[in-house]
Nanobody
């Protein structure tokens, strides 16, 4: 069984920074694409940032230039460094990983979410 453990959420003021971390644990797993999503009450979960196994990132327009996604393949971990936070960034942030167990099929897993609150 694969578990994604997130950490780093909290309450900050607008303009401040926060770093989220997520690590995947389980037997014989290889996380391929890892990503961060966020969700606010009553809204659909939206993609924030994605990073491939070879380190290629992509970002939602709303966070490009402010957020940086990175990963450590040795630790099966992904991080999201968030700068210049805005109240609109307030959400529950979820870590996501598409995992291979040695074959071609990928399995998708989600973390439990971590709350990020940005006050104005």
């Amino acid at each position: 069984q694969v578990q994604l453990a997130e950490s780093g959420g909290g309450l900050v003021r607008a303009g401040e920074s926060l770093r989220l971390s997520c690590s995947a644990s389980g037997r014989a797993l290889t996380p391929e694409t890892m990503s961060w999503h966020r969700q606010t009450p009553g809204n659909q979960r939206e993609l924030v940032a994605t990073i491939t196994r070879d380190g290629k990132p992509s970002y939602a327009d709303s966070v490009r230039g402010r957020f940086t996604v990175s990963r450590d393949n040795r630790k099966n971990a992904v991080s999201l460094q968030m700068h210049s936070l805005k109240p609109d960034d307030t959400a529950v942030y979820f870590c996501n990983a598409d995992v291979s167990f040695g074959g071609p099929k990928l399995h998708t897993y989600w973390g439990q979410g971590t709350q990020v609150t940005v006050s104005s």
